[in-house]
């Protein structure tokens, strides 16, 4: 197989090689040479196709970098602007020629000469892009664009003081596995009433959002901004009834494994009931897993682990370092989350996320870690829209290295026990996952499906698919005025709207694929580098046959799979 860690930057040909992005008058003659461009041979539209992908790349860096420095640091003024800038002054250009150029594509005679098996799926994409876009909604995405950055800032303010010293949020998470029980209690309701500080200024962001994301469906002729999100994410392979069918096979299928799980936690510690500051702790006299105690430190044992699996992982990790492509540590006026962000020109992509030494740090740095190589493997196509994968064949690059990389966790575990425990932990959450990705993907049916809804509503409906969807082994008597807002901490909902079912898609891949990997390690590390590295030419169907996967999420399918997971952790 032909792939390499030794990335390298793109060849400007089309672009000066110090050409950079300052304003939109800098970048118009680009998009004016190739919309006035005569196209008059099939070679002249695959040299189009490539000045027109190299300007995408240059474009695409640009802005992935503005975001990336914000959100690094988000109380620095001058990056934010930066950011609001490109959104505000350049972007709404770009939509308007990007339009143009789409049409110049689909109606250039010689498009239908371009190999179909190598070209449907981009161009397909062309088109759906052509149906979608409306002048009159380039203001308002532009607005949404810096507005949905706003979450960052707000969360990235939120700390809290424990024992004396101040803790952001996720650096303060890792209280909730202390075997002290009151100093559990008390720091959950520290971090829940710190959210609740912020809950008016995060629900009236959100009802901004919403209006005017369902503005721009209105404005598109959909009914509700659900239906246009559906084809604007290119979801052309299932739909909202496919995903109810999802919400209802975690009921069925998966809550009583999850009700297991938690009534294992339950008599382990010892307790009447289990109290939701109990789920991540261990008992009296078991310290909490501690893997790592700095970003260094957690950058070279992940590499270490990398290698072991296959020397290519631990090679993009490196690559990444060397270019200083990596922020892991939690620090307060950092926004809060974790992302792999593709870096076109480049090639290696960035990664960013909030380590605070816990083992779901491990789990997030070996998943970004997927996203990474699935980048890097994707790099040697040949148009940038190519390189534009399926969101649920790339959160399947990332789960699957979570499931792969554990045979090799022992470089984050010396201790036997301790990488037991770990393992039990990660597979636990494999499983309990679920719950939280199918209340995320109802709630936002309905938020989307129903618009007008007042704030009192939607608290009371997240309540209610909460429910749905909770552990009946968890107590939460009293803390329903935490629970109504719950909600607001999860980024997705902000920034990337209807990004979450992919997630729950993605589990079933990465669960397939590791079975694969318990059968024939090298066969199974094969059809996931086989899969990535089509980027985004095939179908999503195309892309989890190609790893050797069923494209399924039918309650049958999910339940044989958890039935698999739950005999594994038997094992452990």
């Given amino acids: 197989m032909n792939y390499n860690a030794d990335i390298k930057k793109l060849p400007r040909l089309f672009l000066p090689a110090d050409f950079a992005i300052v304003d939109w008058k800098s970048l118009e003659p680009y998009f004016i040479n190739l919309d006035e461009r005569t196209i008059n041979s099939p070679a002249d539209l695959e040299q189009w196709l490539k000045d027109a992908s190299e300007l995408e790349a240059v474009i695409s860096e640009d802005a992935c970098w503005r975001q990336i420095k914000m959100t690094c640091d988000t109380e620095n003024k001058r990056l934010e602007e930066a950011f609001n800038f490109f959104m505000m002054e350049i972007q709404p250009h770009i939509q308007s020629y990007s339009d143009k150029l789409n049409k110049k594509l689909i109606d250039c005679s010689f498009t239908n000469e371009l190999d179909q098996s190598t070209y449907y799926t981009y161009l397909r994409n062309v088109k759906k892009n052509i149906e979608l876009f409306r002048e009159v909604n380039i203001p308002i995405q532009a607005e949404?664009?810096?507005?949905?950055?706003?979450?960052?800032?707000?969360?990235?303010?939120?700390?809290?003081?424990?024992?004396?010293?101040?803790?952001?949020?996720?650096?303060?998470?890792?209280?909730?596995?202390?075997?002290?029980?009151?100093?559990?209690?008390?720091?959950?309701?520290?971090?829940?009433?710190?959210r609740l500080h912020d809950k008016d200024e995060l629900n009236n962001l959100f009802s901004s959002l919403l209006q005017k994301r369902h503005q721009v469906a209105i404005n598109t002729g959909f009914e509700n901004y659900r239906d246009f999100r559906f084809k604007e994410l290119g979801r052309f392979d299932y739909t909202a009834k496919d995903c109810y069918q999802f919400h209802e096979a975690v009921k069925q299928h998966i809550m009583p494994l999850v009700n297991q799980i938690y009534e294992a936690k339950r008599k382990k510690l010892g307790l009447d009931t289990l109290r939701p500051w109990d789920v991540e702790a261990e008992p009296a006299g078991i310290q909490p897993l501690r893997p790592f105690k700095t970003g260094s430190e957690l950058t070279e044992k992940t590499i270490a682990c990398f290698d072991e699996l296959k020397p290519f992982f631990?090679?993009?990790?490196?690559?990444m370092k060397e270019m200083g492509h990596l922020d892991l540590e939690s620090r307060k006026g950092k926004a809060p989350g974790g992302y792999n962000c593709p870096l076109a020109e480049s090639g290696a992509p960035?990664?960013?996320?909030?380590?605070?030494?816990?083992?779901?740090?491990?789990?997030?740095?070996?998943?970004?870690?997927?996203?990474a190589v699935h980048s890097f493997l994707a790099h040697e196509l040949t148009l940038t829209g190519?390189?534009?994968?399926?969101?649920?064949?790339?959160?399947?690059?990332?789960?699957?290295?979570?499931?792969?990389?554990?045979?090799?966790?022992?470089?984050?575990?010396?201790?036997?026990?301790?990488?037991?425990?770990?393992?039990?932990?990660?597979?636990?959450?494999?499983?309990t996952i679920f719950p939280w990705i199918a209340t995320i993907d109802k709630f936002q049916h309905w938020v989307y499906e129903k618009p007008n809804h007042t704030i009192?509503?939607?608290?009371?409906?997240?309540?209610?698919?909460?429910?749905?969807?909770?552990s009946t082994v968890i107590d939460f008597t009293g803390l329903d005025e935490y629970r109504r807002f719950g909600w607001q901490r999860q980024l997705h909902l902000f920034e990337v709207p209807f990004y979450y079912i992919e997630y729950g898609i993605a589990q079933l891949g990465a669960i397939g694929l590791w079975q694969q990997y318990k059968q024939n390690p090298e066969t199974a590390l094969n059809n996931y580098i086989t899969a990535l590295q089509l980027g985004g030419t095939r179908t999503l169907p195309e892309l989890f046959k190609a790893a050797g996967l069923e494209f399924n999420f039918s309650p049958a399918y999910i339940s044989q799979l958890m039935l698999f997971v739950k005999k594994e952790m038997e094992q452990v």
């Fill in 350 to 371: 960035f990664i960013f996320m909030n380590a605070a030494g816990q083992l779901d740090d491990v789990t997030t740095m070996v998943h970004e870690g997927g996203h």
């Fill in 144 to 194: 949404l664009n810096v507005l949905q950055q706003q979450f960052g800032v707000i969360a990235g303010k939120m700390t809290i003081e424990v024992n004396g010293k101040e803790y952001t949020l996720q650096q303060a998470a890792k209280f909730l596995e202390d075997p002290n029980r009151q100093l559990r209690e008390e720091v959950y309701r520290k971090i829940n009433e710190r």
């Fill in 386 to 431: 190519f390189k534009e994968y399926p969101t649920e064949i790339a959160e399947v690059a990332s789960m699957a290295m979570e499931l792969f990389s554990m045979n090799h966790w022992h470089v984050f575990f010396e201790n036997k026990d301790e990488l037991l425990r770990a393992k039990e932990q990660q597979l636990e959450r494999v499983i």
């Fill in 314 to 319: 631990g090679d993009c990790l490196r690559k």
């Fill in 456 to 470: 009192e509503e939607r608290a009371n409906q997240w309540l209610n698919i909460q429910e749905e969807f909770s």
